[in-house]
């Protein structure tokens, strides 16, 4: 990896980086669609080139259950496999230990998985994580760290926080034994749910490792915990993670928490949620999440975006269109998903333009206006802009509403709109 600032926000912390990876360059902040199985749900690998994305995200636990291993070594790794010839990323799938905990036992020797497909018993370990990873063939590859739900408190949070400190040595041990270390670069993960003293404590023992990482991510958020909190622990890593390697927030999706981010210092960030948001019928707008399911759009024949590049609405396909076929239609989640990966490409492709133009404090006010309008700004994004210096209440006539959003709640944000 090569990892270079190239310009810094002279009032927030954030910064527009060039990333040069085995395939390519990656300019940051940016924002990853999730490919979970090899695919982003939908898509081509030539469309999602398409449309200007230079980095994906595969998972390791499911690629290892299907198509397995073996498959992928004498496929010559995922990039020949999916076709991809760009940037990738790949979850460890330390996450698996919470999104399928009923089929997991964690041990310290690692996770053991009973597959959701089979029934079948397997272990997964940090040494087999990186192994697993390896074959792959990712830009990137992820440190298997113990993952507890966000909103857990309790020993339980202490010891997976420790835990993952321990498998990180584990998998740098891995790592760098396998010769694989000049074309993979292997990420940290920082724990310690929302516990400032524990997300500190494991900052010291992650820091300690910097010469042995080539990044850092911030995980073991945006699972349902307190908005005003997560903002908080997001800035209290992205102060002490070093300056010089890239700062990657797992799990952050929406236009308001990817700017948010960016403004205490992320780089990256990743969720399925504009993918599987396409496929419940909700297009991603500048003016807010637009619901085409409602049956005001029965007869709305413009396009979801007049000003949006992408082929759905350049092509003139009409709300009213949308709103007769989706969730009956692929057609529909095909359009859709292309419409909200371009979306969360154009807020993170106008940071950096703002970045660079020494104006984003400048964005983020013109922004949250028009994404929040008369709804009126989330307090959590106001504090949070104030912490880096910029006010979204100054000289503005959108109200204030206490508690908006104050919780991650994708379901409820689809259905409400």
């Known amino acids: 990896m090569e990892f270079e600032v190239i310009h810094r926000c002279p009032t927030t912390r954030a910064r527009v980086s060039r990333m040069r990876l085995a395939h390519g360059e990656t300019v940051l902040p940016t924002f990853m669609p999730v490919a979970t199985q090899a695919a982003i749900k939908g898509l081509t690998p030539e469309q999602v080139e398409s449309l200007g994305v230079t980095l994906i995200l595969n998972n390791t636990y499911h690629l290892n259950l299907r ?73 990137i590859i992820m440190q298997l760290d113990d993952v507890v739900p966000s909103l857990l408190q309790g020993p339980r949070v202490e010891e997976a926080m420790e835990r993952s400190i321990r498998w990180l040595d584990r998998c740098i041990q891995q790592h760098e034994s396998s010769g694989k270390k000049t074309s993979q670069n292997l990420f940290a993960i ?126 003139g396909t009409s709300r009213a269109l949308l709103h007769h076929i989706v969730t009956h239609e692929t057609t529909a989640a095909h359009a859709l998903t292309i419409h909200n990966i371009v979306f969360e490409a154009q807020v993170m492709g106008r940071a950096r333009e703002a970045i660079i133009a020494r104006v984003f404090p400048d964005y983020l006010r013109s922004f949250f206006a028009g994404y929040f309008g008369d709804r009126g700004y989330p307090e959590w994004c106001v504090m949070a802009l104030r912490s880096v210096g910029v006010d979204l209440l100054e000289n503005s006539n959108v109200p204030l509403v206490p508690g908006a959003g104050a919780k991650w709640e994708y379901s409820g944000a689809i259905e409400a709109i």
């Open 190 to 315: 920082v724990q310690g749910g929302l516990d400032p003293n524990l997300r500190d404590r494991c900052l010291d023992g992650m820091l300690k490792r910097k010469d042995q990482v080539s990044g850092y991510a911030i995980g073991g958020l945006s699972g349902g915990e307190e908005k005003d909190v997560f903002w908080r622990i997001i800035k209290q890593c992205a102060d002490r993670l070093p300056q010089d390697r890239p700062r990657y927030a797992m799990g952050i999706g929406f236009a308001e928490d990817l700017l948010v981010c960016v403004a205490l210092g992320i780089d990256m960030a990743d969720c399925v949620f504009p993918t599987r948001t396409a496929r419940f019928g909700v297009a991603l707008t500048h003016s807010g999440p637009m619901n085409l399911k409602l049956g005001k759009y029965t007869k709305d024949f413009d396009p979801i975006d007049s000003t949006c590049p992408c082929l759905t609405c350049k092509g």
């Open 67 to 139: 198509p397995g291993v073996d498959i992928l070594k004498v496929a010559g790794g995922a990039h020949l496999f999916e076709g991809w010839r760009h940037n990738m990323l790949t979850d460890s799938g330390g996450f698996q230990l919470v999104s399928l905990s009923k089929f997991t036992t964690i041990t310290e020797e690692g996770a053991l998985f009973s597959s959701p497909f089979t029934g079948e018993s397997t272990i997964l370990t940090p040494e087999e994580s990186i192994s697993i990873q390896h074959a792959i063939g990712a830009d």
